[in-house]
Nanobody
Framework: QVQLVESGGGLVQAGGSLRLSCAAS????????MAWFRQAPGKERVFVAR????????YYADSVKGRFTISRDNAKNTVYLQMNSLKPEDTAVYYC????????????????WGQGTQVTVSS
């Protein structure tokens, strides 16, 4: 049984930083592409970042490029999202997801999802 459990969300002032964690069980990070998505109030869920299962290659949405970093610790079976220079528009519920696709930013290609963690950035 696959489980993805996010943690690390919270309230932070604009310009601050947070690190989200996604602890995976029932799968190994070296066989699944892992991603972060987010959903702001009243909006659709959108892609944020992903890390490929094979070589750890990363890809980011333009809105977070240069500010967010996705990484993984294979020994801990955990994926991270380091978020720096946070803006009020980064406020959202952040979801961790896993896919067997090699390289995708499409929500429909992700098979497993966490329950989400709230990130609120105050101005």
């Amino acid at each position: 049984q696959v489980q993805l459990v996010e943690s690390g969300g919270g309230l932070v002032q604009a310009g601050g930083s947070l690190r989200l964690s996604c602890a995976a069980s029932g799968l190994t990070l070296t066989t699944y592409t892992m991603a972060w998505f987010r959903q702001a109030p009243g909006k659709e869920r959108v892609f944020v970042a992903r890390i490929r299962w094979s070589d750890g290659g990363t890809y980011y949405a333009d809105s977070v490029k240069g500010r967010f970093t996705i990484s993984r610790d294979n020994a801990k079976n955990t994926v991270y999202l380091q978020m720096n220079s946070l803006k009020p528009e980064d406020t959202a519920v952040y979801y961790c997801a896993a896919s067997t696709y090699y390289n995708s930013a499409l929500e429909k290609r992700y098979d497993y999802w966490g329950q989400g963690t709230q990130v609120t950035v105050s101005s």
